[in-house]
Each structure stands twice: as structure tokens, then as C-alpha cells.
């Protein structure tokens, strides 16, 4: 399966530091997306990286992709408490009747204490 | 801008009563459509998309069925709920990356 697979699981820090979550997958893509989800609620979409691109920035938040080792990395610079939540990232293809299909890893739990 | 609904926000439903989980878009026209389900500490998986009215996909076989009888309403439906249907059920319309609505927390008793 395409399954994305996140590292670590779960993540604790101190507010001010820099977080790194990274992801695997296994299968040729269409483009890596990055997701957020607090406790118990929807997820928000942070960042879309595509199969051509090598990194990407928005705001506090810095992705890279490398299609060679079919991987993807997720920094968050300056954390703070608020940035605690789960994270997952999807890998992206399109499905045979349109539309897309994203599959998602487990994810990573980052908690950011004061 | 566009925005999604989803209701109820949470259901405690007991074992072989039937489902029905609503979700609307506002804000855009023919949107492809979708339904996820988180099981707990999990990722999501995706069990239903519709590209339009009336057009739906599955992606696993389960005991939930879709229907979508217009733009931008679809919706998750059981005749008799197992316990394994618990679960968080995510709607999600994509233009780019994806946006999830608030999602229904379902617990089977």
C-alpha cells in the first residue's frame, strides 16, 4: 500500500524549540500533504507538497520530499502549546473514477510544554 | 468562502439500529466528496467518494453505504450498526489539498 508511516509517534518538547516529524511511504505519488487534527476534532491541511518539488515553507512550517528515499519531513520552527496536536501526512493519487484518494499514516502526537 | 457541516456531532447508537450522518459544502459547486473514518489513535481511511449527483465510489467493502441525492449533501448510512462501526466519520471535499469537516464521533453500544 501507499500507506505514509510518521516517526516518531509521539513527540514532547518545550515551548520555543523546533519540532521534526518525518514520514515514509512506499509507492510513487502524486503529491505528500501534510494534516492537523487537535484532540478529538477534524483536520486542518497545512501544507501541499508536490512529486516535482524539494521543499516548501508557510509560516512557521518548513516540509521537504525526497522521492528518492520516499520520504517527507515536517518542521515546525518556534513551537508553541498551541501547536500541540497530531500530525499525519497523506500521500496523494488519483482515482480511477476521478477525484483523489489520500492515505493516511498513524501519525505523531507532539505535545509542546510551557 | 467555502465551509462544511457535518451532524450530528456526536451519536451513541446501540447495536442494529440503522445510521445516518449528514454532511453539506457551502460555497462551491460540484465538489468531489468524501467519507473517512478514524478509528481511535489512528489514521484515517477513506470509505466513500462521489465525483457528483447521484455518482458514488467504494473503497472498502463494509456494512455503511453513501448516497449523494445532491451537490453538495452527502451522506453516511447504515441499515444496522455493528460494533465495529464506532469510530470518528470525517466528510471531506478536496480542491487542492483536502478540507475536512468537524467530523461525528460514533460509539456502537
Known amino acids: 500500500s501507499q500507506q505514509g508511516e510518521e516517526d516518531p509517534q509521539a513527540l514532547s518538547i518545550q515551548e520555543g524549540e523546533n519540532a521534526t516529524m518525518n514520514c515514509s511511504y512506499k509507492?510513487?505519488?502524486?503529491?505528500l500533504q501534510w494534516y492537523r487534527q487537535n484532540s478529538g476534532r477534524g483536520l486542518v491541511h497545512l501544507i501541499l507538497?508536490?512529486?516535482?518539488?524539494r521543499e516548501k515553507h508557510s509560516g512557521r512550517l518548513r516540509v521537504t520530499l525526497d522521492t528518492s528515499k520516499k520520504s517527507s519531513s515536517l518542521l515546525i520552527t518556534a513551537s508553541r502549546a498551541a501547536d500541540t496536536a497530531s500530525y499525519f501526512c497523506a500521500t496523494d493519487y488519483i482515482l480511477t473514477g476521478g477525484g483523489n484518494k489520500l492515505t493516511f499514516g498513524t501519525g505523531t502526537q507532539l505535545k509542546v510544554e510551557l | 468562502s467555502q465551509t462544511i457541516h457535518q451532524w450530528p456531532a456526536t451519536l451513541v447508537q446501540p447495536v442494529g439500529s440503522p445510521l445516518s450522518l449528514e454532511c453539506t459544502v457551502e460555497?462551491?459547486?460540484?465538489?468531489?466528496l468524501y467519507w473517512y473514518r478514524q478509528a481511535a489513535g489512528r489514521g484515517l481511511q477513506l470509505l466513500f467518494y462521489?465525483?457528483?449527483?447521484?455518482?458514488i465510489s467504494s473503497e472498502v467493502p463494509q456494512n455503511l453505504s453513501a448516497s449523494r441525492p445532491q451537490d453538495r449533501q452527502f451522506i453516511l448510512s447504515s441499515k444496522k450498526l455493528l460494533l465495529s462501526d464506532s469510530g470518528f466519520y470525517l466528510c471531506?471535499?478536496?480542491?487542492?489539498?483536502?478540507?475536512f469537516g468537524p467530523g461525528t464521533r460514533l460509539t456502537v453500544l
Open positions: 462521489s465525483v457528483g449527483i447521484g455518482q
Open positions: 507538497i508536490r512529486s516535482n518539488e
Open positions: 509507492t510513487s505519488i502524486n503529491n
Open positions: 471531506a471535499w478536496s480542491s487542492g489539498g483536502k478540507f
Open positions: 460555497g462551491t459547486s460540484n465538489p468531489n
